[in-house]
């Protein structure tokens, strides 16, 4: 089975510009969430979809960030216009059910670097 | 509010050395714990966790977690450990989302 594929593995980017994270989860998990590690800080939850359905925004710094799920597979996290405090670790994970359910499968991350 | 605290974020120990890892957590309903392990240059794997029954839950590779729920701690545990062990661990709590704790940075030296 594979596991949850992200890409960039690393992206460097100037403040202003646009980056696109992508996630592939697992087949079949129809959870996917999406957390952030800014450096030297806590692994905080950004949003969770199940399916295509956005079921919790809340972790979602502003609106600069734009995530889609696209026919409830795989699923990208735009950032524009990025600014430096954006720097940071982003993960995507995905389960078949929800916490506590199913165990959550990383991926191994996007290193962001906003110069 | 939820929370989870770690305590330590280094934890140096020499190899076959026991070690413990601190981890309480604030919750006012049930929740779901875990523990998250990141080796170098990886991403975050499931360690144990803790969902209902017995309090003592134990990993594959010999790490084990009591759930405290007087203490509120879900402390990890290893009588002997070794230079693979070396990595990034997280106390997580579950509710309808993960909570993550700061991490601690086990360095097991030889």
């Known amino acids: 089975e594979a596991g949850v594929t992200q890409f960039p593995s690393h992206s460097v980017i100037e403040k202003g510009q646009t980056v696109t994270l992508r996630c592939d989860p697992i087949?079949?998990?129809?959870?996917l969430y999406w957390y952030r590690r800014v450096m030297g800080k806590e692994i905080k939850f950004l949003l969770h979809?199940?399916?295509?359905?956005?079921?919790?925004e809340s972790g979602m710094p502003n609106n600069r960030f734009l995530a889609e799920r696209t026919g409830g597979t795989y699923s990208t996290l735009k950032v524009q216009p990025a600014e430096l405090e954006d720097s940071g670790v982003y993960f995507c994970?995905?389960?078949?059910?929800?916490?506590?359910?199913?165990?959550?499968?990383f991926g191994n991350g996007t290193r962001l670097t906003v110069t | 509010a939820q929370s989870v605290t770690q305590l330590d974020s280094q934890v140096p120990v020499f190899e076959e050395a026991p070690v413990e890892l601190r981890c309480n957590y604030s919750?006012?309903?049930?929740?779901?714990l875990f523990w998250y392990v990141q080796y170098p240059n990886q991403g975050l794997q499931l360690l144990l966790k803790?969902?209902?029954?017995?309090?003592l839950v134990e990993s594959i590779n010999g790490f084990e977690a009591e759930f405290n729920k007087s203490q509120t701690s879900f402390h990890l545990r290893k009588p002997s450990v070794h230079i693979s062990d070396t990595a990034e661990y997280f106390c997580?709590?579950?509710?309808?989302?993960?909570?993550f704790g700061t991490g601690t940075r086990l360095q097991v030296f030889p």
């Open positions: 994970a995905s389960s078949q059910a929800g916490v506590g359910n199913s165990p959550l499968h």
């Open positions: 087949s079949g998990h129809d959870n």
């Open positions: 979809f199940v399916k295509e359905s956005k079921q919790d």
């Open positions: 919750s006012s309903v049930s929740v779901y």
């Open positions: 803790y969902l209902s029954g017995s309090t």
């Open positions: 997580v709590l579950g509710a309808d989302k993960l909570i």
